[in-house]
């Protein structure tokens, strides 16, 4: 299950984007901060909470350099249909992923096998595509898309300035933490 320091895994699929139908590869998410949001399933209760509060973020994760890719085992027809029937998910910009045979599911480790459905997973990947933040949720638990645009700012943080940690907490612009030897129970 640990997931963190490891390459996403490889994958192709259809997703539904902008109006159309594209194909998204491991390699093209690749270059860029991405965000994986999986979720149980289309039309359901909590997961249309969930991606509206994403693409209530979208903007700003856009400014940071971040792709974000919803991703259940619906189809890519399904998410269609979906959009174009809720509000909510009406409002949707970033590409949302079909993996009805649940092979990027499993390559995340988040697979509901018995239902054949996700569980509520959130993974941050750097442009090299190595995971550097992993969140698994229960199905009754909605996620703050708020509380991952602050981990993408930590994320870029400690990879563009090496030694430094974000304590926890940390926002944007507060203090940092370079570990020493000094620091060791002063803390």
């Known amino acids: 299950m640990a997931q963190i ?6 994958f192709k699929a259809q997703a539904f984007h902008n109006g159309e139908f594209v194909e998204v590869t491991s390699d093209s998410v690749k270059g860029k ?22 693409a209530n973020q979208y903007e700003e994760l ?17 998410h269609k249909a979906w959009h174009d029937s809720s509000e909510a998910i009406g409002k949707i910009k970033f590409p949302m992923l079909g993996d009805q045979t649940g092979h990027i599911t499993r390559g995340f480790d988040v697979m509901i096998e018995e239902d054949h459905m996700a569980h509520r997973g959130t993974f941050l990947a750097d442009p090299d595509g190595v995971i ?3 969140h698994i949720h229960a199905g009754g638990i909605g996620r703050s898309a708020k509380d991952m645009v602050r981990n993408v700012k ?10 430094e940690v974000c304590p926890a907490a940390w926002e944007q612009g507060e203090a940092t933490l370079t570990p020493s030897l000094d620091l060791v129970g002063k803390i």
């Open 5 to 10: 320091g490891k390459l996403i895994p490889e």
């Open 132 to 134: 550097q933040v992993a």
């Open 62 to 78: 856009q400014k940071l350099g971040v792709e974000v890719y919803a991703v259940s085992t619906d189809t890519h027809f399904s």
């Open 154 to 163: 930590a994320a870029q943080y400690v990879r563009e300035n090496d030694g």
């Open 33 to 54: 901060w991405s965000i994986f949001l999986f979720y149980p399933a289309d039309f359901t209760f909590v997961c249309p909470t969930e991606l509206e509060d994403m």
